[in-house]
């Protein structure tokens, strides 16, 4: 993968002309609407009245990674999410249109004034969506198009916890990432590593459900889509939890929800806890988007986890 030019200017320059050719109707307008780590989105209204969303990447590649993501998620679930309309990429772009969803993102302050009662038939409705995906299985481990590995922790260690505590010591030596940071992480690999590992089966993940790519009514928070997957791979179930406890998604339950449904492994909320710090250290290391509050959050819970183990 490479480094794109993502921003304003060069998309603007480059998208009437694209979505032109591509779809055969001019663009009459562009609003930017967000964007996660790696990508930033435009709301674009076309010259017949229709809207579409259009997202541009920091890098190659990942227009077309998300595009299949998106089909084969979309395929076994029934929770509404974008459909794809076309990819586009050139030396020094990658852009990925979709069908434009309607509601707001969880994100939004505003869904936290909502009555318990309706979030905790939003948490009901976003985990039966997820767990349509975690009924699909296969039987390795691994990417979507090539999955190889026997086992989860065959998988986990080798493509994630290793390659990532490798690049993030540098970065750490460098004083380009926390000493201290580094210092937990490496210490709760040593108990990660030594927990007994349970055999699992290899599910279809989304592994970036957080609140900000859940969509909903903002007057009723009645479940509207799921957007934005970012590594959906053949996974250990539990991988997929993580990002329900990111940001503010505790205040909707959804963890919990999960585990009161599905059940969970002795050890799940320590693993959940060290996903969930090693993924958001990991975001450095390609140039993805740092949020140091939540950051900072993950390895709290991190840290919290690890005490409550060492005591058992």
Known sequence: MKFLDNSDKHLMSLLPGVI?????????????IGGG??????????????VIAVKGYKLSDMNKEEAYQLELL??????????????????NTAVLAMSFVEGQNVLNPMFLLKSKAQKQQFAEDVISGMLEWHSVKNDKFGSLSNPVYDSWYGFYKAERQEPWLKAL?????????????????VE???????????????VLIHADLNIMNIMADPKTLKLIAFIDPCGSIWADREYDLFQFRNMWGDAYGLY??????????????????????LLEAS????????????????FARLKKEMKKLVKQ
């Open 20 to 32: 032109s050719e591509k779809l055969n109707k001019k663009a009459v307008n562009f609003k930017f």
């Open 188 to 202: 709760a690999t040593e108990l990660f590593n030594k927990l007994t590992q349970e055999k699992t089966e290899p």
């Open 74 to 91: 979309a395929k076994n679930t029934s929770v509404k999410m974008p459909e794809v309309l076309f990819t586009y990429e050139d030396d």
């Open 169 to 185: 010591k540098e970065l750490s030596d460098k004083g380009k990432f926390s000493k201290k940071k580094m210092e937990l992480l």
């Open 37 to 50: 780590s790696y990508g930033r989105v435009y709301k674009v209204t076309l010259s017949d009245g229709g």
């Open 256 to 277: 919990e929800t999960y585990k009161r449904r599905c059940g969970a492994s002795k050890y799940t909320d320590f693993r959940v806890a060290y996903y969930g710090a």
């Open 283 to 298: 975001m450095r290391l390609k140039g993805g988007h740092i949020v140091p509050l939540w950051e900072d959050l993950n």
